[in-house]
């Protein structure tokens, strides 16, 4: 449910939606119980995990290019030890951690 400008709840009508699939895809999904859930799910899924940057398409703008060049300055890629997922990491938590471990040092 969400609200109106006036603050009224509405209640969001469910509408049907098709796609095209394999014969492979299409084969898989009648062998389950309940495809239109299993669907719903697993695009739902695959939204909420949807690049935050370029919205799951993949491409950016000139612009985000250009805002991106600028955030990697100070936030590199690194892969993690454990886990080995890449993630950003911040230079600026670094520098404050290494001011913070010298007042330390130095009390």
Do not use: W, Y
Request: hydrophobic residues 35%; neutral net charge; proline residues 3%.
């Amino acid at each position: 449910m969400s609200r109106d400008q006036q603050g009224k709840i509405m209640v969001m009508k469910e509408r049907v939606m098709t796609f095209k699939a394999s014969g492979r895809l299409a084969e898989m999904l009648e062998r389950l119980p309940n495809k239109s859930e299993f669907i719903r799910h697993a695009v739902e899924a695959a939204l909420a995990g949807a690049c935050p940057l370029c919205g799951g398409s993949g491409l950016l703008s000139e612009e985000q290019r250009r805002h991106l060049r600028r955030f990697l300055e100070h936030h590199p890629l690194e892969k993690c030890d454990e886990c080995q997922a890449v993630h950003f990491v911040c230079q600026h938590q670094s520098e404050d951690a290494n001011r913070s471990e010298a007042l330390r040092e130095e009390l």
